[in-house]
């Protein structure tokens, strides 16, 4: 505050000149300056003496001092002007302790400034050293005031010291991200966020040092960069490498279209098997290639690809026709069994082979069942062929005959062997024989087959 203490207007005070001015010429009687009587006015009278020359004093801290003087005429309260001035300094003081803590630093100061000067020989009635103990109580208080406010302003400064460093952190970290795992479009939103933040505290946040502000801009505007470049670079590899695989797709549809109007089946889906694997591993193009692109050779293998399915359903339907025919001529086959004339039963498979063998392939999965079955009359008929061919032979007859006496002498003597071991309780040894005697004369039967 800086309110001087109030002058005697022309309409409420009688001239007043100190007490080193010249008499002057008597003037008008002035109105009444009144003030109300009240227990501050009265306390405050004890203060002021006017002697018969009209000068005004006030008690001061080191005894009377004069504060002014009614050369002419003296009103009817001539302490009233300056106690008015009086209460108007402690008014000032009473607004300043109110606004203490409302007011910046450097008001506070020129405040108490203007206060200590009022307050230093002030032409005023009334306890002026209460009024500056008050005073002194307010610099105290002020100073405690400031001190929290500067602790205060260095606590805000360091949260958005804080703060913008959390702003270029984010933004290095966001700079920082593998260029093939960005998500390019909301990292770029990220980036003008922070950068929104950034000018917000910067025009409505609390100022930090230039230097430090500086260093956190560098970065910042380095990661800014950083991001910007990486991000051109991805891009430019993108299309380079989108460009490469549109080339080599290209040709894969034109190997595709080359072999779409091909018969050789089995070959042909290998190879279309190999340019899907070369498809996958060409990488992409951009979208609208590469959709129109796989377009082309989805078209080029589809192509084929029911060819072949006509082909084959057409194939299933001669090899099922194969299969019934096949299926008749087993029924025909399977009737000469059981063979009671082998020559004859020769001769009436023998045309059912020829038609057997004159029709095509039947399905797959009936191939070998139908060819079990056939190979099964065949060999009955072999099997008997053989049997009869050993029964009329002189020398297989001689041999059988020599070996069927030989085995049975061989299971005379074992059954007599046996009858001995029972008799002698020899279990192991009954045990023995019987095994013994029971081969001899399975392979006795067997001798005796071909002999018959």
Same mark, same amino acid.
């Given at each position: 505050?800086?309110?001087?203490?109030?002058?005697?207007?022309?309409?409420?005070?009688?001239?007043?000149?100190?007490?080193?001015?010249?008499?002057?010429?008597?003037?008008?009687?002035?109105?009444?300056?009144? =003030?109300?009587?009240?227990?501050?006015?009265?306390?405050?009278?004890?203060?002021?003496?006017?002697?018969?020359?009209?000068?005004?004093?006030?008690?001061?801290?080191?005894?009377?001092?004069?504060?002014?003087?009614?050369? &002419?005429?003296?009103?009817?309260?001539?302490? *009233?002007?300056?106690?008015?001035?009086?209460? &108007?300094?402690?008014?000032?003081?009473?607004?300043?302790?109110?606004?203490?803590?409302?007011?910046?630093?450097?008001?506070?100061?020129?405040?108490?400034?203007?206060?200590?000067?009022? =307050?230093?020989?002030?032409?005023?009635?009334?306890?002026?050293?209460? =009024?500056? *103990?008050?005073?002194?109580?307010?610099?105290?208080?002020?100073?405690?005031?400031?001190?929290?406010?500067?602790?205060?302003?260095? /606590? /805000?400064?360091?949260?958005?010291?804080?703060?913008?460093?959390?702003?270029?952190?984010?933004?290095?970290?966001?700079?920082?991200?593998?260029?093939?795992?960005?998500?390019?479009?909301?990292?770029?939103?990220?980036?003008?966020?922070?950068?929104?933040?950034?000018?917000?505290?910067?025009?409505?946040?609390?100022?930090?040092?230039?230097?430090?502000?500086?260093?956190?801009?560098?970065?910042?505007?380095?990661?800014?960069?950083?991001?910007?470049?990486?991000?051109?670079?991805?891009?430019?590899?993108?299309?380079?490498?989108?460009?490469? /695989?549109?080339?080599?797709?290209?040709?894969?549809?034109?190997?595709?279209?080359?072999? !779409?109007?091909?018969?050789?089946?089995?070959?042909?889906?290998?190879?279309?098997?190999?340019?899907?694997?070369?498809?996958?591993?060409?990488?992409?193009?951009?979208?609208?290639?590469?959709?129109?692109?796989?377009?082309?050779?989805?078209?080029?293998?589809?192509?084929?690809?029911?060819?072949?399915?006509?082909?084959?359903?057409?194939?299933?339907?001669?090899?099922?026709?194969?299969? &019934?025919?096949?299926?008749? +001529?087993?029924?025909?086959?399977?009737?000469?069994?059981?063979?009671?004339? +082998?020559?004859?039963?020769?001769?009436? =498979?023998?045309?059912?082979?020829?038609?057997?063998?004159?029709?095509?392939?039947?399905?797959?999965?009936?191939?070998?069942?139908?060819?079990?079955?056939?190979?099964?009359?065949?060999?009955?008929?072999?099997?008997?062929?053989?049997?009869?061919?050993?029964?009329?032979?002189?020398?297989?007859? !001689?041999?059988?005959?020599?070996?069927?006496?030989?085995?049975?002498?061989?299971?005379?003597?074992?059954?007599? *062997?046996?009858?001995?071991?029972?008799?002698?309780?020899?279990?192991?040894?009954? /045990?023995?024989?019987?095994?013994?005697?029971?081969?001899?004369?399975?392979?006795?039967?067997?001798?005796?087959?071909?002999?018959?």
């Amino acid at each position: 505050m800086t309110d001087q203490p109030m002058q005697p207007s022309q309409d409420d005070s009688a001239k007043m000149t100190s007490s080193t001015q010249s008499p002057k010429p008597p003037a008008p009687q002035p109105p009444k300056l009144n =003030l109300p009587d009240s227990a501050e006015k009265q306390e405050a009278e004890q203060f002021g003496r006017i002697d018969e020359a009209g000068n005004v004093y006030v008690k001061d801290t080191d005894g009377e001092r004069e504060v002014g003087q009614f050369p &002419d005429i003296v009103p009817d309260n001539p302490f *009233d002007l300056f106690i008015r001035r009086y209460l &108007d300094l402690k008014a000032q003081l009473a607004l300043f302790e109110t606004r203490i803590r409302h007011i910046s630093p450097r008001e506070i100061d020129k405040t108490i400034k203007s206060l200590t000067e009022q =307050l230093q020989e002030p032409a005023a009635i009334g306890d002026l050293q209460k =009024l500056r *103990d008050q005073l002194e109580r307010l610099k105290q208080r002020a100073e405690q005031y400031k001190e929290e406010m500067k602790l205060q302003r260095q /606590a /805000a400064k360091e949260q958005a010291l804080a703060d913008r460093e959390a702003i270029v952190v984010q933004a290095e970290e966001i700079a920082a991200q593998d260029p093939q795992r960005t998500q390019w479009k909301d990292s770029g939103q990220r980036l003008r966020n922070l950068l929104e933040e950034w000018k917000t505290s910067q025009r409505h946040g609390v100022r930090i040092e230039r230097s430090k502000e500086d260093a956190l801009w560098k970065r910042f505007s380095q990661a800014r960069t950083t991001f910007d470049r990486s991000r051109r670079q991805f891009f430019h590899d993108l299309d380079v490498a989108q460009a490469e /695989a549109k080339k080599a797709k290209e040709d894969i549809i034109r190997r595709a279209e080359e072999l !779409a109007t091909s018969t050789e089946w089995g070959p042909t889906t290998i190879a279309f098997r190999q340019l899907m694997d070369e498809w996958k591993a060409s990488g992409r193009a951009s979208r609208r290639d590469d959709d129109a692109l796989w377009e082309r050779f989805w078209a080029a293998q589809n192509k084929f690809y029911e060819a072949r399915n006509a082909s084959n359903a057409a194939q299933a339907q001669e090899y099922q026709a194969n299969l &019934d025919a096949k299926e008749a +001529i087993l029924t025909k086959a399977e009737a000469i069994l059981p063979i009671s004339d +082998i020559e004859k039963a020769k001769a009436q =498979l023998r045309p059912l082979q020829d038609e057997w063998d004159a029709i095509g392939h039947v399905p797959k999965a009936d191939m070998g069942r139908i060819e079990a079955r056939m190979r099964a009359v065949e060999k009955a008929i072999s099997d008997a062929e053989d049997a009869l061919w050993h029964k009329e032979n002189p020398e297989v007859q !001689a041999r059988a005959q020599g070996m069927a006496g030989q085995l049975e002498e061989s299971i005379a003597e074992l059954s007599a *062997d046996l009858e001995k071991a029972r008799a002698e309780g020899n279990d192991k040894k009954v /045990a023995e024989l019987e095994e013994s005697l029971k081969a001899r004369q399975t392979w006795l039967e067997q001798v005796r087959s071909v002999t018959e």
